[in-house]
């Protein structure tokens, strides 16, 4: 109806095993695609049947076009965890992957001069590849504070400086780029960079990654969206479970539906220690 | 040949027999872009306190096998706000509304009853006193014939509309509480709520929700659903809303043969906001398959001989 959702059983164009935990698979779901923006998620039912019964959300990652530049279908970044990333991560090409899409509220663009900050922590690289393609071709200048355990889990590199992105990388054991957590140069160059010029924080990634950030951009008095993740069980409103406590403005919090009200919230808005 | 799914409910009437679930459908408004809300028998609210509640914080849901145990705490607008901010867009999308009604006492029942059945809209009251996930309302009543006679027959009192009391399974005899509902003067009866249940990660040894123990829901616990609703349909005569675990169309028809005289799906809505017409088609297809020309006429007649209900009875 109105509101574009639609639910595609999507064939598997490909899974690209990035490491023994991360893949990249490729959905045919031109419907989705067509109408996905930066941030927006899909929930996937990985396999028929009750084991696992509920779908999974996932922030829709790369979107392939057609030669004619025509959405063809998106892929996912997922981390072999549980049941469902287990399912994604033996998915074979021809396999079909239920995809209801496209949910939840997508980034709030900037224009230049404005420049875009994305911060990310593991899977939490997916809605970067796009927020990034589209700042870009309206040229916004781009950073990406990108961060993860080890060198071998830094992934897609080469797309985001193609885009013409720059790149500051972190892992936690000192394999590539600066040893440590993201968050560390995202606030030094924050400090380095002139009040004047005008810097919107994006981030995705782990809790403790966001809120840092959330600090970070606080102490140096930028704008924030975060884009969170909470265990979710319908994506469209019906459950109540994904709930994030944002205050209420009377000193105290609301809790919102992080599948309608987000999965992109103000950062500033969230009570983080709750 | 034509099979008529529509179904009545005391003075009710749905024009089929397919139902939203409380806590499961939002207020409804939040798939009025998915779904014709019109096309369901009817919808369930989220519950309704007099006061905006908050609920209990994350997580507030852990899956298990063919299942989810939930507490969400009854996070909700409250009776007012719902009957000035959502009732209007449910009328207009011509949804068939039936409100889910809480309270931490018997007047609290009452007055929000009141409120919603002066409200334009509401078709009738579904009374929660079944909910296992907070400790100062609902299931104190649900547990006790007493207190489940007394919430019955205070909102009988306040109210023309139907009135539905949705009972706990997480009681020894569910349909003795069925009969205490029956005579109290509700018009049907829900059941079941969700079964009490407790998840632990072993490796932090921590529940897996934040209420430490919460509601299971989804196909494992239907066959006890089913049990519970052939029960309850021995006892009583007034009508009943069965559910628990339905995931398809065959799933309907088992509750509607095992006594259900309709159902309602929660769960298996998260899983596919699609569902509602693929159900009712479904029952159609089967009606129509055994020449069934009512959705009554294909109520309670599970197939047990004169022996099985003399075991059964004893």
Known sequence: ????IVDIAAAVITNQRLSEDY??????????????????????????????????PFSVFELLRSRQGDATGLS????????????????????????????????????????????????????????????????????????????????YLDLF??????????????????????????????????????????????????????????????????SVERIMGCGLGGCYSCVV???????????VRSCISGPVLAADQIVWDS | MNVDLSVEIGSLGLKNPIIAASGCFGYGVEYADVVDLSSLGAIVTKGLFLAEREGHPAPRIVETPAGMVNAIGLQGIGARRFADEKLPELRARGATVIVNVCGTTIDEYAEVSRILSDADGVAAIELNISCPNIKEGGIQFGCSLAGTYDVVSAVRKVTDLPVIPKLTPNVTDVASFARAAEEAGADAVSLVNTFLAMVIDVESRRPKISNVMGGLSGPA???????????CRQLIKIPILGMGGIADARDVVEFIIAGANAVQVGTANFVDPFIWSKLAAGLGDYMARHSVARVGDLVGTVRTTAADKEWIGS
């Open chain 1, 1 to 4: 109806m109105a509101s574009g």
């Open chain 1, 23 to 56: 893949n990249v698979v490729a959905l045919a779901a031109p419907k989705i695609a067509a109408r996905v923006a930066p941030g927006q998620f899909v929930m996937i039912k990985a396999g028929a049947g009750c084991d696992p019964l509920l779908r999974r």
């Open chain 1, 76 to 155: 996912i970044l997922s981390k072999r965890i549980g049941p469902s990333t287990r399912a994604l991560f033996e998915a074979a090409p021809g396999d079909t992957i239920a995809c209801l899409g496209p949910l939840g509220r997508p980034f709030t663009l900037v224009e230049p001069p404005a420049e875009a900050w994305m911060v990310a922590g593991g899977v939490g690289l997916a809605p970067f590849a796009t927020l990034a393609e589209l700042l870009r071709a309206r040229g916004v200048a781009c950073t990406l504070f990108y961060g993860a355990r080890r060198a071998a889990e830094l992934f």
């Open chain 1, 161 to 226: 400086r193609r885009l013409g992105v720059e790149l500051v990388l972190t892992t936690e054991d000192g394999t590539a780029g600066e040893r440590g957590r993201v968050v560390a140069p995202l606030d030094r160059a924050l400090s380095q960079r002139s009040s004047s010029a005008r810097v919107m924080v994006y981030a995705c990634g782990p809790e403790g990654m966001l809120s840092a950030t959330a600090r970070v951009a606080a102490k140096h008095d930028r704008p924030c969206q975060v």
């Open chain 1, 245 to 255: 406590p944002m205050r209420n403005g009377h000193g105290g919090f609301h809790h």
């Open chain 2, 221 to 231: 616990i239907r066959p006890i659903a089913v049990r519970m609703i052939y029960e």
